[in-house]
């Protein structure tokens, strides 16, 4: 499976960016999907995930309200919202995938991990 991730980019302070993450290769029905982050000198973050059907979704109390997370199965996509972005938000944004669905935050549970894209919110 590979993710590619797009859309980061430098935005003002609440601004709005709609990050997105493209996987091919193998498919996995039931698989869960995740945005985690990770800024200079702090460790990887998880910022949200979402179920296979999209019925499902959780987020980390730093971006709840601001962020939302949807994906197209279809085409194979998963998407992240995000606006009202703050400085706080600056980082590399990665998406991951949990081939078996078990719906953690931990970014340890998930099997594949797309490239990243630069994600910066000036002030």
């Known amino acids: 499976v590979q993710l590619q991730a797009s859309g980061g980019g430098l935005v003002q302070a609440g601004g709005s960016l709609r990050l997105s993450c493209a996987a091919s290769?193998?498919?996995?029905?039931?698989?869960?999907m995740g945005w985690f982050r990770q800024a200079p000198g702090k460790e990887r973050e998880f910022v949200a995930r979402i179920s296979w059907s999209g019925s499902s979704t959780y987020y980390s109390d730093s971006v709840k309200g601001r962020f939302t997370i949807s994906r197209d199965n279809a085409k194979n996509t998963v998407y992240l919202q995000m606006n009202s972005l703050k400085p706080d938000d600056t980082a590399v944004y990665y998406c991951a995938v949990d081939k078996r669905g078990r719906g953690s935050s931990w970014w340890s549970f998930y099997d594949f991990w797309g490239q990243g894209t630069q994600v910066t919110v000036s002030s």
């Open positions: 290769g193998r498919t996995f029905s039931n698989s869960v």
